[in-house]
């Protein structure tokens, strides 16, 4: 069965996490996994837009913005036009609030460029569903990918859950998020739309995260929806 990953990078990331994989490795890996396309996030947008270039038709570009650098917030149109199909925030590594008035400006420029935005969770204080569900009220009318749905936590998956009920502009994202009942949990009561597969490599191992998905409970329509056709649409401009 066919697959999109909605969230993976490339790269060394250093410190606590040593981890990394080449642009090589992560096609290989696609290859292997049947992975037809892949989200990639990385830091220098170039990497990205390289990866882009060099592997037509594989690599869904996301811009990485950090909205206290106004730079890349000037730089989001640019990448646009390149043909990237995302916006992508990451408040812990950069240390903002996900419903900070620093965001706004990259919420606007999103809602003008028709790009949705996908924002990591889980981790206090930038970074909790909670925050994240304030600022989908804040902007009803952009799609929001809520990555690794409150990730470790029970208390912070519980929580993507109900902010996702509540505001429907949120999507989940499933990578790291370590409770296969949960991905059935957000397909039955979310929306069959609004759960999607990822990875997050080089964190985490797409064999491992595949396996949550298939032991779930999901039916098999729902497992074609949240490896493939979900993603597939949420990273389409409507």
């Not at 999901?218 to 649409?233: P, S």
């Amino acid at each position: 069965m066919k697959k999109i990953d909605a969230h993976a990078h490339i790269g060394y990331i250093g410190g606590w996490a040593d981890v990394g994989i080449t642009e090589e490795g992560l096609i290989r890996q696609m290859d292997e996994f049947d992975i037809e396309k892949t989200a990639l996030c990385c830091e220098d947008n170039e990497v990205t837009l390289g990866a882009m270039d060099r592997n037509p038709g594989r690599i869904i570009g996301c811009i990485y913005v950090n909205p206290l650098n106004k730079a890349t917030v000037d730089f989001m149109e640019h990448y646009a036009q390149e043909g990237f199909c995302a916006v992508k925030l990451n408040p812990l590594r950069h240390a903002y609030c996900a419903d900070g008035d620093a965001v706004d400006p990259v919420m606007e420029k999103a809602r003008k460029l028709n790009l949705p935005v996908c924002i990591h969770s889980g981790h206090p204080p930038y970074s909790l569903p909670w925050q994240i569900g304030l600022l989908a009220e804040r902007y009803p009318d952009v799609r929001i990918m809520m990555i690794h749905m409150g990730h470790g936590h029970g208390v912070y998956i519980d929580a993507a859950l109900k902010m996702a009920k509540k505001f429907p502009n949120i999507y989940l994202e499933m990578s790291g998020m370590p409770m296969p009942s949960k991905i059935r949990e957000a397909y039955e009561t979310v929306g069959k739309d609004r759960i999607m597969f990822g990875t997050d490599t080089p964190f985490h191992h797409p064999s491992v995260e595949l396996q949550k998905v298939l032991v779930s409970g999901v039916d098999e329509e729902g497992i074609k929806r949240i490896l493939y056709d979900n993603a597939k649409n949420f990273f389409t401009k409507n």
